[in-house]
């Protein structure tokens, strides 16, 4: 039977003598939620916790692409794309995605950039077209002296390739390495960080009603099953951060499931990636129809993340996002950050 820790964090500045500090960064622990597959969640105090499991709660995570995980980091999105769910065609042109990444550069701690739609219904653009909206853009930046780390967003070896030699430092991957099989391999030669990010089904079918048998556990099998896969692959360890995949074949109650037990993946002794920015279920929870009306929306699940211990957020709206980050430091520091 498959056993789960979540820790149980706090960010009060005082902290009990047998507290833990969570992932060597700014939120701590003192208790634990122990989660059975197919049997009962109880909480219990840390101390009982194994202590392999236990080590991978407290250990202050790797850097990830020069950046410490000891303080929450803003990726920014951009989409140099005709369809994206949430700013389709805003980007499309060089110049606009030239002047939006500039933007966001005082913003974010990276720059996220995507070439092919993953939205629900997308289809697959081929690879020369994606190399062509993204490895441009990318060597253009680099040009312009711009030093934050670049992620590449996609599946597809060649675009990755491409964007690599460009300047971009992250890989990210939403299909977690399992779409196309030169990606694996070309990670490990680069030796760059990745992002494995948990799907289920293909973005033109993932939203066709989606099911598990328990989302928590099932995300969580699936993405130890892909660690495993690229630790095989010759990709370090320390190389590796992970995304639940929030929105990428799963229903409403799957996000909200996800995201109130996303402390669970801390159990993977990894940082922790969450890309829920826009994301319809918050849309439709908060009454927001248009995907750039749901900024508060989403800078609400982001703080709630963050209160997690969560270290990535993956968001469209920087600015506001940042400023929310400063304001809640602020306030559970009871002093200017």
Known sequence: ????YRPLPQTDP???????????????FTHVERMERGGDARVIPAGEVPGW???????????FARLSMDRPRLMGIL???????????????????????QAMVDDVDILDIGGESTRPDARTIDPAEEIARTAPLIDMLRGQGV????SIDTRKASVAEEALAAGADIVNDVSALTYDPAMAPLVADKD??????????????MQANPAYDDVVFDVYEALEA??????????????????????FGKTLEHNLALLARIGVFHGFGLPILLGASRKR?????????????????????ALAAISQGVQMLRVHDTSETRAALRLARAVEEGKHP
Do not use: K
Not at 53 to 60: G, V
Not at 281 to 301: D, H, L, M, Q, Y
């Open 147 to 150: 030093e934050t780390p670049i």
């Open 53 to 63: 499991a236990l080590a991978r709660l407290t250990a202050p995570r790797p850097d």
């Open 226 to 247: 892909r660690i495993v896969a690229a630790e095989a692959a010759g990709i370090a360890r320390h190389y590796i951060a992970i995304d639940p995949g929030i929105g």
């Open 1 to 4: 039977m498959t056993t789960l």
């Open 281 to 301: 279920f918050i849309g439709t929870i908060s009454g927001a129809e248009a995907p750039r009306n749901r900024a508060p929306g989403s800078i609400a699940v």
């Open 79 to 101: 989409n140099v794309t005709p369809d994206s769910f949430s700013d389709g065609g805003l980007f499309d042109a060089p110049e606009a995605a030239l002047a939006h990444a």
């Open 192 to 205: 760059v960080p990745v992002v494995l990010m948990h799907a289920q089904g293909a973005p033109a079918t």
């Open 14 to 28: 005082v902290w009990p003598a047998e507290a833990h500090r969570l992932a060597g960064g700014w939120t701590w």
